[in-house]
């Protein structure tokens, strides 16, 4: 079965930085895409970023300038670089990654990493 685990999460202050990684079973090469979708207390699931397998990359606009998606194929790794962290990117971060079963497209979920940006 397809496993994600994320790690890297933790509390800081506002303005800090975060690394958050996702190891995905497997060669990241089968994934169509992979993202990082965050949910807060009361919130709706939110996407982040995400990367494709050809290495676009997407921002949600709260993020973008702060935050950088990539991958390290090698290591069957995904990453989020957080930088200029605020109290409201305080979530449940989530990787996801998508990939073909025949014609379907699979969703997978990490377990989630916890973020808290204290102000």
């Known amino acids: 079965q397809v496993q994600l685990a994320e790690s890297g999460g933790g509390l800081v202050q506002a303005g800090g930085s975060l690394r958050l990684s996702c190891a995905a079973s497997?060669?990241?090469?089968?994934?169509?895409?992979m993202s990082w979708y965050r949910q807060a207390p009361g919130k709706q699931r939110e996407l982040v970023a995400g990367?494709?397998?050809?290495?676009?990359?997407n921002y949600a606009d709260s993020v973008k300038g702060r935050f950088t998606i990539s991958r390290d194929n090698a290591k069957n790794t995904m990453y989020l670089q957080m930088n200029n962290l605020k109290p409201e990117d305080t979530a449940v971060y989530y990787c996801?990654?998508?990939?073909?079963?025949?014609?379907?497209?699979?969703?997978?979920w990490g377990q989630g990493t916890q973020v808290t940006v204290s102000s």
């Open positions: 996801n990654a998508q990939r073909f079963v025949g014609v379907r497209l699979n969703d997978y």
């Open positions: 497997g060669s990241i090469f089968t994934y169509v895409a």
């Open positions: 990367i494709t397998s050809g290495g676009s990359t």
